[in-house]
């Protein structure tokens, strides 16, 4: 079977790009005198030293996303480092150019801080409590090998999905509610069927009550991250026979699997116990509320040079308690600062009282968290510092890529003399107007890929075997897409005629993929006035590129970069 791991292909680019860079770094130790670096470091750039621990950690990393197929020689670990030394260079350039003092950037390291802070919250209050048992491991197993198909009916708010709730005890239908539910057709039309999933496909929320139901069954309305679902369980497949060497086999991922879903399911109760536990100023949320109805713009504007939300709010008013709990308590003064630090496309969300004081509880339950990680004794203050500091580099380092973006400037004549010298490079690909169908076993696979060559129906085997829910519902249809686009199974499919089928091809692990051709368009020349969008980008990524090179061959340069490469190459560690 072809294999395509996408995670090596992605890994195998940023090697080769990598290297290209490194090339760099190796002249670099040859043109200036050597400095005496601190013990343990293995390169320097302005004011950042990279230790032995950082670049070993980084190469970890890589070794991994190439999926464990590179060698580690010089030229692999030089590349990896060089990658380090480029992007602390960009942060002392935008240090420099005070990129971050800039009211925007300083909006966006406060978000950063309270995200690594609620991490670390859930780390020690939540996650480390967690237990995952064999049990946990053999229900993921069962999911794994269990397709379920439902229906739901989704509303944004529980009074609403009360609301449906009682419909239905007094008779009402999916498929009378449906069309007043949703907007998707499909949904609308088919009593909010969502087809056939399986494990780790829907909502955690979801998937534990449907796996907990029996065909026929409703359920009352279960929350998730997106609102409210009644579902209603239609049928269930289930794998005939679970070995104990397939679950011995794929034990190690199932943990990992139900290690996340269990964390997941403690985030969610931890929330439901802290905020059903507050005591609340109802009367306090109502004219809250009101204020809010009153001036919308207000409570939906942004403006990165505040501290807090600009509600009109009187100062009497600030410390007026919205909800107390063991000691914490949180004012309307501490929700002005909890909404300006909640992004406007969520608030916009709060459309009525009911996602309004949804929205009120999250921004309590966080301050209440961020309390009580602020004052956690055992908390590693210089970890958590560190992660905040990388994480922000990063934000500087896309403010960077900006910068060079708005130093490109390309013209008419650039764009017709790419054209003229290089037509054949615009000329249109083959398209493969295409079909997917998606398998979490390889034998699944290769059985459901030969019954089709022998004319089963596509539909019904998709229905019945494919996986995601998403490409069951739009009938596995992808769309008709350049050859190109298929990655390194490209070539497989290139002689595939309309009405063939291609693979099983392995993209990653436990993901198997066949693909039916609806139909093909062949490669063909095209006119400039056709090819002029896609010469202009590629003129245009061309001159980027040459640009970024030389500025961070500039910036090198500036901020003394420099690579022990002897130390590099004696470093030694356990992957």
Not at 54 to 73: D, E, I, M, P, S
Not at 94 to 107: F, I, M, S, V
Not at 217 to 232: E, F, L, M, N, W
Not at 376 to 384: E, G, K, N, T
Request: contains cysteine; glycine residues 6%.
């Amino acid at each position: 079977m072809p294999k395509c791991n996408q995670d090596q292909r992605r890994g195998f680019r940023v090697a080769v790009t990598a290297l290209v860079l490194a090339m760099w770094g190796l002249s670099c130790v040859a043109d200036r005198d050597e400095p005496v670096l601190s013990e343990g470091v293995v390169a320097t750039v302005g004011s950042f030293e990279i230790s032995d621990r950082h670049f070993t950690n980084q190469l970890k990393r890589f070794y991994l996303r190439t999926g464990q197929a590179v060698n580690l020689n010089e030229e692999v670990r030089l590349g990896v480092l060089d990658a380090r030394i480029e992007r602390y260079a960009i942060v002392e350039y935008a240090r420099e150019q005070g990129w971050d003092r800039e009211p925007d950037a300083l909006y966006n390291r406060a978000l950063i801080e309270r995200k690594v802070l609620m991490e670390a919250y859930q780390r020690h209050f939540i996650y480390d409590l967690v237990e995952v048992t064999e049990s946990h491991e053999r229900e993921v197993f069962r999911r794994y090998n269990t397709t379920l198909r439902a229906s739901h009916l989704f509303a944004e708010t529980r009074r609403d999905a009360d609301s449906l709730y009682n419909l239905l005890q007094n008779g009402a239908t999916f498929e009378s509610l449906a069309p007043s539910v949703f907007r998707d057709p499909e949904l609308a039309s088919s009593g909010g069927d969502l087809g056939y999933f399986s494990l780790d496909e829907m909502d955690i929320a979801f998937e534990e009550q449907a796996y907990s139901m029996q065909p026929g069954q409703i359920s009352a309305p279960v929350k998730t991250s997106r609102g409210y679902s009644i579902i209603k369980l239609t049928e269930v497949a289930a794998a005939p026979m679970l070995t104990e060497t397939e679950f011995a086999r794929r034990r190690s991922s199932l943990r990992q699997v139900a290690r996340a879903q269990q964390e997941e399911l403690a985030t969610r109760a931890d929330i439901r116990q802290v905020t059903s536990a507050m005591d609340w100023n109802e009367a306090g949320i109502d004219v809250l509320w009101e204020l809010i109805s009153e001036n919308s713009s207000l409570y939906q504007a942004h403006n990165p040079e505040l501290n807090e939300l600009p509600l009109p709010v009187d100062d009497g008013a600030r410390d007026v308690v919205l909800a107390r709990y063991q000691g914490f308590r949180f004012t309307v003064g501490d929700f002005l600062t909890e909404a300006y630090y909640t992004t406007p496309a969520r608030r916009a969300q709060a459309s009525g009282f009911d996602q309004f004081r949804e929205q009120l509880e999250g921004m309590v339950y966080r301050s209440y968290a961020l309390g009580l990680i602020n004052n956690y004794p055992s908390l590693d203050r210089a970890f958590i510092q560190g992660s905040i500091e990388e994480t922000f580099y990063g934000y500087l380092f896309e403010r960077f890529e900006g910068y060079i973006d708005q130093q490109v400037r390309v013209d008419e004549a650039q764009v017709r003399a790419a054209f003229d010298s290089y037509p054949e490079e615009f000329a249109s690909p083959l398209h493969l107007e295409v079909a997917e169908m998606v398998f979490t076993s390889e034998s699944t696979a290769e059985r459901v890929a030969e019954r089709l060559r022998q004319g089963a129906s596509f539909e019904e085997q998709l229905q019945e075997y494919g996986a995601p829910v998403e490409s069951k519902r739009r009938q596995g249809y992808i769309g008709n897409l350049p050859v190109t686009e298929f990655g390194a199974i490209g070539p497989a499919l290139r002689d595939v005629q309309a009405g063939e089928y291609a693979g099983p091809f392995q993209i990653a692990e436990d993901y198997y993929l066949v693909l039916r051709v609806l139909g093909r368009t062949e490669s063909r020349a095209l006119s400039f006035r056709e090819a002029e969008p896609q010469v202009r980008d590629y003129v245009f990524r061309t001159r980027r590129q040459q640009q970024r090179t030389a500025k961070i061959t500039e910036l090198k340069s500036r901020y003394n970069a420099y690579v022990d490469l002897q130390r590099l190459n004696t470093l030694s560690f356990e992957l």
